[in-house]
């Protein structure tokens, strides 16, 4: 982590299925911040569903939407912010992240994030002959952005409360070293 950067916001980065929003609106409760979800913004930005913004812009499109977005977070405070999970694949996106927030990747076994996103027909990714081997392409993909995070946090069997619980604490441990913003 560098030093003196200020953590006035949590981002939490990782593959989809991995837990960025059930367990960020979790923390966001247990720290008294706002939630904000990059996926369910640009979905109101556009009134697509991003399975929907994929089929008629392409992943190129997404992306730029993903990327304009996260020039925004920047101006907000106290705010647990859930990405989507290609969203750090990108080195602009995860050093804009990281000028204000706490970085967290939450990481999964491809196994685990396929038994948790199998029946969720909105993973446009996912719409593969072969949807494990996808994930462990993608995951071997943009793992090096991921690991880039401030902390990584394992959700492999481990509870929403549990994961949750360890991110606050590793918040609040980054937030008492960081100088005030």
Same mark, same amino acid.
């Given at each position: 982590?560098?030093?003196h950067r200020p953590m006035i916001n949590l981002a939490l980065? *990782?593959?989809? *299925?991995?837990g960025k929003s059930a367990v960020g609106r979790l923390v966001a409760k247990q720290l008294r911040f706002d939630f904000l979800d990059t996926d369910a913004c640009i979905e109101a930005q556009t009134g697509l569903r991003i399975a929907e913004l994929f089929a008629r812009a392409g992943e190129a499109a997404f992306r730029e939407h993903e990327r304009r977005l996260? !020039? !925004?977070l920047g101006r907000m405070t106290r705010t647990?912010?859930?990405t989507g999970g290609g969203l750090a694949? /990108?080195?602009? /996106?995860?050093a804009s992240l990281k000028q204000?927030?706490?970085?967290?990747?939450?990481w999964a076994s491809p196994e685990t994030i396929w038994d948790r996103v199998a029946d969720q027909s909105h993973r446009p990714l996912l719409r593969d002959p072969d949807p494990l081997a996808k994930i462990r392409l993608l995951l071997a993909q943009r793992e090096p952005f991921y690991r880039q995070a401030d902390v990584l946090v394992n959700t492999d069997r481990r509870s929403i409360k549990e994961v949750a619980h360890q991110i606050t604490h590793q918040y609040r441990l980054a937030r008492n070293a960081a100088p005030p913003p």
């Open positions: 982590m560098r030093a980065i *990782g593959f989809m *299925g991995t996260v !020039d !925004d647990v912010i859930a694949a /990108n080195e602009q /996106n995860l204000h927030a706490l970085v967290v990747c939450l």
